[in-house]
């Protein structure tokens, strides 16, 4: 059946064309692969189409009637699937995307909108989450996703790292005094996320490594959410250091104990064509963009 819908769209070709040459011509297939489409559709219609010899050819009359239905799906192709892969190639379409909600106050946003200005005819779809979107079952194009990087049979790249740093409300401080080390922070109050392990390695430049473990006291599936309950003096949270602001009433505990920056990927399905808008945008996410600097994010 499906064979039948190429060989009619090549069979109305012909007879408009008026030789196999130059429909062969403007189908961009050899003359032999023409002649031989027409003969599979006689074959499997059980019919004669065209009478032809060297020099020219002329509609059957069972061939006029099939031609009437060949030529409407010849002009159905024309008239849509190529003005869609025109409008592909004028850049056009349409562009879905899942970015972590924490992300909205970025630099990323900012640098994803100067893109999608510059392609007016491009429809921007812009899914904020802090989880996990299903990429292939939502037909999201572009993802950016924090962390390492499971094998997932997606493609990916970095394209950012995201510094991040331990707070805690002025108050909270307050009540648990001075913190020296980071096993100070293993039985204190924690807001954990159900996207994170409940624990922590901290880096020291000359003490190494040390990793805590806790039980948070909230939990909550949004990283802001956790800067939030932490600035209200709930517990602990590590957001990332674009966030962070004193006039929140929080402040950055043990700094000179650092946790690693999380890396930052654009992910996006193993068979996407490279010359996509995802990629176009990727691109892009990886160049220099100076007169974005009040969005501030830690680039490499």
Same mark, same amino acid.
């Given at each position: 059946?499906?064979?039948?819908?190429?060989?009619?769209?090549?069979?109305?070709?012909?007879?408009?064309?008026?030789?196999?040459?130059?429909?062969?011509?403007?189908?961009?297939?050899?003359?032999?692969?023409?002649?031989?489409?027409?003969?599979?559709?006689?074959?499997?219609?059980?019919?004669?189409?065209?009478?032809?010899?060297?020099?020219?050819?002329?509609?059957?009359?069972?061939?006029?009637?099939?031609?009437?239905?060949?030529?409407?799906?010849?002009?159905?192709?024309?008239?849509?699937?190529?003005?869609?892969?025109?409008?592909?190639?004028?850049?056009?379409?349409?562009?879905?995307?899942?970015?972590?909600?924490?992300?909205?106050?970025?630099?990323?946003?900012?640098?994803?909108?100067?893109?999608?200005?510059?392609?007016?005819?491009?429809?921007?779809?812009?899914?904020?989450?802090?989880?996990?979107?299903?990429?292939?079952?939502?037909?999201?194009?572009?993802?950016?996703?924090?962390?390492?990087?499971?094998?997932?049979?997606?493609?990916?790249?970095?394209?950012?790292?995201? %510094?991040? @740093?331990?707070?805690?409300?002025?108050?909270?401080?307050?009540?648990? $005094?001075?913190?020296?080390? #980071? *096993?100070? =922070?293993?039985?204190?109050?924690?807001?954990?996320?159900?996207?994170?392990?409940?624990?922590?390695?901290?880096?020291?430049?000359?003490?190494?490594?040390?990793?805590?473990?806790?039980?948070?006291?909230?939990?909550? %599936?949004? @990283?802001?959410?956790?800067?939030?309950?932490?600035?209200?003096?709930? $517990?602990?949270?590590?957001? #990332? *250091?674009? =966030?962070?602001?004193?006039?929140?009433?929080?402040?950055?505990?043990?700094?000179?104990?650092?946790?690693?920056?999380?890396?930052?990927?654009?992910?996006?399905?193993?068979?996407?064509?490279?010359?996509?808008?995802?990629?176009?945008?990727?691109?892009?996410?990886?160049?220099?963009?100076?007169?974005?600097?009040?969005?501030?994010?830690?680039?490499?």
């Amino acid at each position: 059946m499906l064979r039948d819908v190429r060989y009619l769209i090549v069979f109305a070709k012909v007879v408009e064309e008026g030789s196999f040459r130059s429909a062969a011509q403007a189908l961009d297939m050899s003359i032999s692969s023409a002649s031989l489409y027409v003969s599979k559709l006689e074959e499997s219609l059980g019919i004669a189409l065209l009478y032809r010899n060297t020099r020219k050819l002329s509609l059957t009359q069972d061939g006029k009637a099939v031609f009437e239905v060949a030529q409407q799906m010849l002009q159905l192709y024309s008239d849509n699937l190529c003005d869609y892969k025109n409008a592909k190639r004028r850049g056009g379409g349409r562009l879905k995307i899942a970015i972590p909600a924490i992300l909205i106050h970025s630099r990323l946003v900012c640098k994803i909108s100067a893109f999608a200005a510059r392609e007016p005819d491009l429809h921007l779809h812009l899914q904020c989450s802090d989880h996990h979107n299903d990429i292939i079952g939502e037909g999201i194009d572009l993802a950016i996703r924090l962390g390492d990087m499971p094998d997932s049979g997606l493609k990916a790249r970095k394209i950012f790292m995201l %510094d991040r @740093v331990l707070v805690g409300s002025t108050d909270f401080l307050r009540r648990y $005094g001075p913190l020296k080390h #980071p *096993r100070d =922070l293993q039985e204190l109050p924690w807001i954990g996320l159900t996207m994170r392990p409940s624990s922590r390695t901290f880096f020291h430049p000359s003490q190494g490594s040390f990793e805590i473990f806790y039980n948070p006291v909230a939990t909550v %599936d949004s @990283v802001e959410a956790s800067y939030r309950l932490a600035a209200c003096g709930l $517990g602990l949270a590590v957001p #990332p *250091r674009f =966030l962070f602001d004193t006039a929140d009433g929080v402040e950055e505990l043990l700094p000179e104990w650092k946790l690693p920056p999380l890396p930052a990927y654009a992910v996006w399905p193993a068979n996407a064509p490279d010359d996509s808008p995802a990629q176009r945008l990727i691109s892009h996410l990886n160049t220099q963009d100076t007169q974005l600097e009040a969005c501030e994010l830690v680039e490499i």
